[in-house]
């Protein structure tokens, strides 16, 4: 499973440890084939993308190639997949594809996250799962206790890994554009504009409506009751009725805390049903402004508590 150079590496970290040189290193925080190995071809069923509905294989020409897989999904781990995936289209144009490609031991269950989400993940790009389970293709030696994983190669060959077991955009972005750019033959590292991180930042702060956070805050607040929630909750939606963005936004932030199983983080029971609502109604593709629904069978039905 482990090709030479990454023996070679393991060999002389286990051989400097009892010097300290080895100190803070560890052979778990390997992930994925290293640098100068082959790239093993390994085939995934592509959920979103230009191979959407296709079994897509991985490594089947020689061409320049990120691989990333997705561990973990999560706001972090969804926050670092779009902007590599970002800078990777803008670098289509010199041959490079990227390929997102999720794990997990129950593909149906990934099926209906991804489609929950689909309208904020990222378009042209193909987004996959892997039906193996989620130690991922064997050849390739994957730790499952990464979030994400990330491999880029170019004729066949690793030119980068990035292990991430907390990835950061703002941290680790650079780090991995600047591996693109050098697998690509620049001499100039990217910016962070040129990454997108900083449009990206941009982009955020301008599509939060200005209203926003005032009228989610009391749906979340913990100390609130099931009428005050409820309140909050109408005035937003009669808000959601006159502005498309702000309704964009609702349904992306309830669907990314969803996804990311962070909901009980957020407000009370109460809060929770109006979130699972809002992240099934409120589609950006839907013509239509949202409508009330009655209190299902499992939402609180009694105020004031």
């Known amino acids: 499973m482990f090709g030479a150079n990454r023996v070679a590496v393991l060999v002389l970290i286990l051989l400097a440890a009892p010097m300290g040189i080895g100190q803070g290193y560890c052979v778990e925080d390997f992930s994925g084939p290293q640098v100068g190995e082959k790239l093993p071809e390994f085939s995934f069923d592509v959920f979103q993308g230009p ?3 296709e079994r897509f294989t991985v490594a089947e020409d020689r061409s320049p190639i990120v691989v990333l897989f997705v ?9 670092v997949m779009r902007t590599v995936a970002g800078y990777c289209l803008k670098r289509s144009g010199d041959g490079l594809n990227i390929q997102v490609v999720f794990l ?3 593909p149906t269950e990934m099926e209906a996250r991804l489609a929950r989400a689909r309208n904020a993940l990222p378009r042209n790009v193909n987004l996959g799962i892997y039906r193996g389970g989620l130690e991922g ?3 390739y030696g994957l730790n499952r206790k990464m979030q994400i994983t990330l491999i880029v190669a170019n004729q066949k060959k690793v030119t980068g890994n990035f292990a991430l077991i907390q990835p950061s955009v703002a941290v680790d972005v650079p780090k991995i554009g600047a ?5 690509l033959g620049d001499k100039k590292m990217p910016s962070l504009k040129d990454l997108g991180i900083q449009a990206r930042n941009n982009r955020a702060m301008a599509a939060d409506p200005p209203k926003y956070r005032q009228l989610m805050s009391p749906v979340i607040q913990k100390s609130s009751n099931n009428e005050q929630i409820d309140v909050a909750a109408a005035k937003l939606e009669s808000e959601m009725q006159k502005d498309p963005a702000l309704r964009k936004k609702v349904f992306e932030v309830t669907n990314l805390i969803i996804d990311s199983d962070k909901l009980e983080n957020y407000g009370t029971a109460r809060t929770h049903y109006h979130f699972k609502k809002w992240a099934k109604e409120l589609a950006p ?4 402004t949202p409508k ?3 209190d299902s069978d499992d939402a609180p039905r009694k105020r004031g508590q």
């Open 179 to 183: 591996a693109i750019a050098k697998t």
């Open 51 to 53: 191979n959407e509905g």
């Open 137 to 139: 293709p064997g050849a």
């Open 292 to 294: 009330r629904i009655p």
């Open 104 to 106: 997990t031991n129950d």
């Open 71 to 79: 561990h973990e999904f999560n706001r972090i781990s969804f926050g």
């Open 285 to 288: 593709d839907q013509n239509r």
